[in-house]
C-alpha cells in the first residue's frame, strides 16, 4: 500500500495496519478523536510499523503520556529495517518533537525532496509560528506556499494554507481556504479552529459564538478526545464572553479549558488559561486566586519563561491573581536568561503586568510602546496573543482618563 499524500509504499506487511496508520495521520491532522487507538490497533498487526509507531509517539508526548518513550523506541528499531524515507521521516519527526531547533534545517532540506509530507510539515510550520521571530508570518506562508503543487487540494493542507494566509494579513484567501477545507472534511477541529481565529480577529464575536455553537452540536460528539477540542471550547468561551454572557463562559471555560480539564498540549493550555482569565481580570479590575491547577500548571511550563509567549501568559496569570510575588518571580528568573531579544520582551511584558497590578498605569503603557509591532509578532503564537497586548496597552490608557 502507497502513502496517501507522498505516493511512497509503506513497509507493512499488513494492509489493514497501514490502512489504519493513514487514517489516524487524518485524525492527527484534523485534531479529531480516535488517532491513538487506530494507531494501537495498526501495532497490533505489525509491531515493527515505524511510521504508525513514530506518530503514536508525537501523540504520546502530547498528551504527556509517561510510555512515550516505549513508542519513540519501537520507532526507531522498527525504521532500520524500513524504507529510506520512511527512516528520513521517523528520524525528522522525532527531531521535531525533541529537538525542534536544532532539526528545523534538516526538515526544511527534507520537505524540499518529500513536500507532500504533511505530518512533518505541520510539525515544521507548528514551530516556525512559536519561533520564527519576527518575521515569522511570512516564514510559514512561504514554507505552505512552497508544497502547493504538490498538496493541491488536500483538506488538511488547505486548512493550514488557509490559517497562514490569515495570519499574514490575507483574510479573504484566508477564509475561502478553510472554508474549501471544511466542506471536504467538516468535522475537522483544526479545520473550524481555523475559522474561529479568523472571526475573532475580525471582532464577529455573535458569529463564531452561533458557528461554534452550531459545529458543536453536530461534531462535538466525535471530536472530544481531539488534541484542539479544549482549545475550540475556549474560542467559544471568549465569543460568549465578548457578547457579554461572563458566567456562561467562565462555565465553559471551567469545564473544558482549565488546566485539570482541557485536551490540549502544556503549551496551548497555558495560551488558553492565561488568555482567558487575564481579559476576565483587565475587564473586570477583580483578581481571581489561581486555582492548584493553574498553579501546577505554571511549573510545568516554567523552565520556558525566557520565551515571550511564555511570559506574557504566566505573567499575565498571576497578574489576574493580583499576585504581585509571582510576577516578581517572574522578572527574577527571566533577569538571569541570557541577554537577547527574547529576554527583552519578556522581560517588558512582566513589567507592564506588574505595574498595572500595583496601579501604575501610566508606567505600564509607556513600557508597552517599547514593545514594536515586529516584536510583539516576534512574542510567538497567533494575533490572539498580539491582541491580549493590545486589549492590555488599552486597559491603561483607560484607567488614565
Known amino acids: 500500500m502507497f502513502e496517501v499524500r507522498t505516493g511512497n509504499p509503506l513497509s507493512s506487511e499488513s494492509t489493514e495496519a497501514a490502512r489504519l496508520y493513514q487514517e489516524a495521520v487524518d485524525l492527527i491532522l484534523g485534531s479529531e478523536s480516535g488517532a491513538a487507538a487506530a494507531l494501537d490497533k495498526a501495532l497490533e498487526l505489525d509491531k515493527d510499523f515505524a511510521l504508525a509507531a513514530a506518530a503514536r509517539y508525537f501523540l504520546a508526548k502530547d498528551m504527556g503520556d509517561p510510555g512515550a518513550a516505549d513508542y519513540r523506541a519501537i520507532a526507531e528499531r522498527s525504521a532500520v529495517n524500513a524504507s529510506d524515507w520512511e527512516r528520513e521521516h521517523v528520524d525528522i519527526l522525532i527531531g521535531m518533537i525533541e529537538q525542534p531547533g536544532a532539526t528545523r534545517a534538516k526538515a526544511q532540506a527534507y520537505i524540499e525532496k518529500t513536500p507532500a509530507d504533511l505530518l512533518v510539515l505541520s510539525q515544521l510550520a507548528g514551530y516556525l509560528f512559536f519561533y520564527g521571530g519576527t518575521n515569522k508570518l511570512e516564514a510559514v506562508l512561504n514554507l505552505l506556499e512552497s508544497v502547493e503543487e504538490s498538496l493541491g487540494d488536500d483538506w488538511a493542507f488547505l486548512s493550514r494554507l488557509g ?17 474549501q477545507a471544511m466542506d471536504i472534511r467538516p468535522q475537522a477541529l483544526y479545520s473550524i479552529h481555523g475559522l474561529a481565529h479568523m472571526l475573532h480577529d475580525d471582532g464577529a464575536a455573535e458569529e463564531s459564538a452561533k458557528l461554534l455553537q452550531d459545529w458543536l ?94 511570559a506574557l501568559h504566566v505573567a499575565g496569570l498571576f497578574a489576574s491573581a493580583g499576585d504581585v ?16 531579544t527574547n529576554r527583552d520582551v519578556s522581560l517588558a511584558l512582566v513589567s507592564a503586568l506588574t505595574d498595572y497590578v500595583t496601579g501604575e498605569y501610566q508606567r505600564a503603557a509607556k513600557t508597552l510602546t517599547t514593545i514594536s509591532p515586529a516584536a510583539r509578532i516576534g512574542i510567538g503564537g497567533s494575533n490572539v496573543e498580539r491582541v491580549l497586548v493590545d486589549i492590555l496597552e488599552t486597559s491603561c490608557k483607560a484607567r488614565l482618563l
Open 163 to 179: 490559517f497562514a494566509a490569515s495570519e499574514a494579513g490575507q483574510r479573504r484567501r484566508g477564509r475561502e481556504l478553510i472554508e
Open 217 to 310: 452540536m453536530l461534531y462535538g460528539d466525535g471530536a472530544r478526545e481531539g488534541q484542539m477540542y479544549g482549545h475550540v471550547q475556549w474560542h467559544l468561551a471568549l465569543a460568549e464572553w465578548q457578547i457579554g454572557d461572563r458566567d456562561a463562559a467562565m462555565q465553559r471555560y471551567l469545564e473544558f479549558c482549565a488546566p485539570e480539564t482541557t485536551t490540549c498540549g502544556p503549551v496551548l493550555t497555558l495560551a488558553d488559561c492565561g488568555g482567558f482569565l487575564l481579559r476576565d481580570y483587565l475587564q473586570t479590575g477583580q483578581p481571581r486566586e489561581l486555582g492548584s491547577d493553574v498553579l501546577e500548571h505554571i511549573e510545568q511550563v516554567w523552565k520556558m519563561i525566557g520565551h515571550p509567549f511564555i
Open 325 to 340: 510575588a509571582g510576577l516578581n518571580r517572574c522578572e527574577a528568573t527571566i533577569s538571569e536568561k541570557p541577554d537577547g
